[in-house]
């Protein structure tokens, strides 16, 4: 085990609904991951991409490794990722598996076009990033996966999608800027790093 990594024990358990209801006010960006090639394929809607290091390029994603992505990730070690616009919702809600939705039905409805590795990207998404597996930490019920950026596909859309209190919100760049403008107060300049 990694030597920073210890065992932290607690008085009292953390119930998981508790902490459940902490995470719900975590506002995080949505995303589909998509796996696999050809007819082979498949996705799942997630809101813990996160950027790791921006040289080189690649980012981390937590999956749980009973979602049907995870076989397809693990043995093909290619994966996208589609960072979702406002308008893309109907994405989101398909890759859930709502419905009974497996597989390659996830993906009807909107148009995919094949990035170097060959997993299906999407067409208008915010960003469509094509990676290479670069390491897999498994952990409890998930996996966090390392992926290393092998190409970028970018919109000029400016309206996101975020999942928040536990419902879908839409962070538009034109309009929510205006109201963020009034309410914000400027970081002090050495805090300023984004
Ligand atoms: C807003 C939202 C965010 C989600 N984020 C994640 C995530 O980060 N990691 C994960 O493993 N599952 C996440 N899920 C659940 C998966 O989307 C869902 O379990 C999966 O698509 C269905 O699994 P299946 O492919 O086995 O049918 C999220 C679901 C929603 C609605």
């Known amino acids: ?3 920073a990594i210890r065992n932290i024990r607690l008085d ?3 119930a998981p609904g508790d902490f459940r209801d902490a995470m719900r006010h975590l506002a995080g960006g949505v995303s589909v991951i998509t796996v696999g090639r050809g007819k082979d394929i498949t996705g799942m809607t997630v809101t813990s991409v996160s950027s790791l290091s921006v040289d080189p390029p690649s980012l981390i994603v937590s999956i749980n490794r009973a979602s049907s992505s995870w076989p397809l990730l693990q043995r093909l070690g290619f ?25 390659a039905e996830r993906f009807a409805g909107a148009e995919w076009i094949p990035g170097a590795s060959g997993v ?19 952990r409890h019920s998930h996996a966090i996966v390392i992926g290393r950026v092998l190409e970028l596909r ?13 419902q879908y919100v839409a962070i538009d760049q034109n309009e ?15 805090q300023r790093k984004f």
């Open 1 to 3: 085990m990694n030597s």
């Open 12 to 14: 009292r358990d953390v």
């Open 79 to 103: 994966f996208g990722v589609n960072i979702l616009t406002a308008d893309q919702l109907d994405v989101a809600e398909r890759f859930t598996g709502k419905g009974g939705l497996k597989g």
């Open 120 to 138: 299906p990207l999407l067409t208008g998404a915010l960003a469509a990033i094509d990676c290479e597996v670069e390491d897999i930490v498994e």
């Open 154 to 166: 970018l919109s000029s859309r400016t309206a996101a999608l975020a999942y928040w209190q536990g």
């Open 176 to 190: 929510d800027a205006v109201r963020l403008a009034e309410v914000s107060v400027p970081a002090p300049r050495a």
